[in-house]
């Protein structure tokens, strides 16, 4: 059966695409040793937009230009926070170093999306990656990304160990007096 015009096209996900395209240009922007403001200007005049199906052709249509800016420079701007977490999570085994580039970039993207001033729910942006991760990595690749994402979104989310100890000052600042004994 051929589709016609009146036939269901599949959603367009514009967000996942500005995530796509920002995975390309981090991995873009580490090979080519590029700056991000430069990838950024190209991408968006040369591969962003449109409509269709022209991802064969290096293009990435329908992506949120917006989005995409905001992931590639926060990635870049936060690079050094997120490989030390990075460092962190991963086994000495396999160094951030000996990662597969595109499998870099894409832990670069989503960590800085988490890193963000109003991030999506951390489950939004591991699943939003995840498939990402699927359309580009193989083998035991996906398994590994989850769960470097994963405890990369516990992380970051866990409160400053200086926050913490300010928090648990206040609770004792704020008790009441104990009666002498």
Do not use: C
Request: net charge negative; aromatic share 4%; glycine share 8%.
């Amino acid at each position: 059966m051929t589709q016609t015009d009146g036939d269901r096209q599949p959603k367009v996900r514009s967000r996942t695409a500005s995530r796509v395209a920002a995975v390309q240009a981090l991995f873009q922007i580490e090979q080519g040793r590029e700056g991000a403001e430069q990838v950024i200007n190209q991408f968006n005049r040369h591969r962003l937009g449109g409509t269709g199906s022209e991802y064969a052709e290096g293009q990435v249509p329908d992506a949120d230009a917006r989005l995409f800016g905001i992931v590639v420079r926060g990635a870049m701007a936060r690079q050094e926070r997120i490989d030390a977490l990075l460092h962190e999570i991963l086994p000495a085994s396999w160094p951030l170093a000996r990662l597969d580039p595109v499998l870099r970039a894409i832990m670069h993207a989503a960590g800085g999306e988490m890193l963000a001033a109003d991030p999506a729910p951390a489950r939004v942006i591991i699943n939003e990656y995840m498939d990402i991760g699927h359309g580009f990595l193989a083998g035991d690749e996906p398994r590994m990304l989850n769960g470097v994402l994963d405890a990369l979104s516990r992380r970051v989310n866990e409160p400053a160990p200086a926050a913490t100890a300010e928090a648990a000052q206040d609770v004792v600042d704020e008790a009441p007096d104990s009666p002498a004994s």
